[in-house]
């Protein structure tokens, strides 16, 4: 069981994506359809879906769009991260709509892509807050320059589970590794924050990166978080930019040969398993 927490579908006709200005290697369709062929061959079993960041005003249109992708015949789709905007007055009603949705999974807000004022605002923490005690989880998909952003709001909410997206975003073809290793150790240290080992493919050189050149950031994460609290997902379509989902899925069992077979269903399917209620059995 392979367990793909980190999945992205692009339909420009259905739906808004202001960001796509601004990535032309990205700015196309990328219908479900293209991922599930690269899915089944490469073993993925079960699918997060996860939000897009389209225009805010349609973060609900997006869930009922993705309830359709998992209707679909034979669909890997069992759920949904939803957009959010906790700095807004209407995210109280997007949590009760989304509370009542049990494909709803859990919330994102980007954060790398705006203000560093926005993640430390008194509505946006009061309203993380909010998540304590309930089922939703929040991911942080932030720079490595913003680990303390990170870590301020893991805890000013320490009932929350929160999910650090993409190993932390290394910069991994011109990046600062022994920056990010440290900042990643600290981040460790709140149970609260689990990791997701997705997609870091597209942060290495396209040309020339291999399952060693992966291989450090992965082992510091699973050496960090320990095999109990990670997960893996594949970022799709942005891993297409450093090879694709073949490529990232035969990267993932080089670099984990020799892991034993509880390692591996712990970080492939268990604890996304117990982390969204997922009611998976092997």
Not at 29 to 41: G, I, N, W
Not at 48 to 70: C, G, N, R, Y
Not at 118 to 135: C, P
């Amino acid at each position: 069981m392979l367990v793909d927490t980190h999945l992205h579908i692009i339909d420009q006709s259905r739906l808004d994506y202001p960001w796509l200005s601004g990535a032309p290697s990205l700015n196309r369709d990328f219908p479900y359809s293209e991922y599930a062929r690269d899915a089944l061959r490469s073993g993925v079993t079960d699918v997060l879906f996860m939000e897009v960041d389209v225009a805010p005003q349609q973060i609900t249109s997006e869930i009922d769009f993705v309830k359709e992708q998992a209707a679909l015949p034979d669909s890997l789709i069992r759920g949904a991260i939803s957009a959010c905007r906790p700095e807004d007055q209407g995210f109280s009603a997007l949590l009760e709509r989304s509370l009542a949705d049990s494909f709803v999974k859990g919330f994102r807000r980007i954060l790398h892509t705006v203000s560093d004022d926005i993640s430390q605002g008194a509505l946006f923490r009061e309203n993380v807050r909010r998540l304590s005690g309930t089922r939703l989880t929040f991911d942080i998909c932030m720079f490595p320059r913003q680990q303390p952003l990170a870590l301020a709001l893991t805890e000013l909410a320490p009932d929350v589970t929160f999910i650090l997206d993409h190993c932390g975003v290394p910069d991994i073809k011109d990046g600062d590794f022994d920056g990010w290793k440290r900042g990643i150790s600290e981040l460790a240290a709140r149970p609260n924050l689990m990791a997701k080992i997705s997609g870091i493919v597209a942060y290495a050189d396209s040309d020339t990166w291999s399952a060693e050149t992966l291989r450090p950031y992965v082992e510091h994460i699973i050496n960090c978080f320990g095999w109990d609290r990670v997960v893996w997902g594949s970022d799709w379509p942005v891993c297409t930019l450093g090879g694709g989902l073949l490529a990232w899925v035969a990267a993932t069992h080089a670099v984990l040969e020799g892991c034993s077979n509880d390692e591996r269903e712990a970080l492939f399917w268990r604890n996304a398993n117990r982390i969204w209620n997922l009611g998976l059995s092997a």
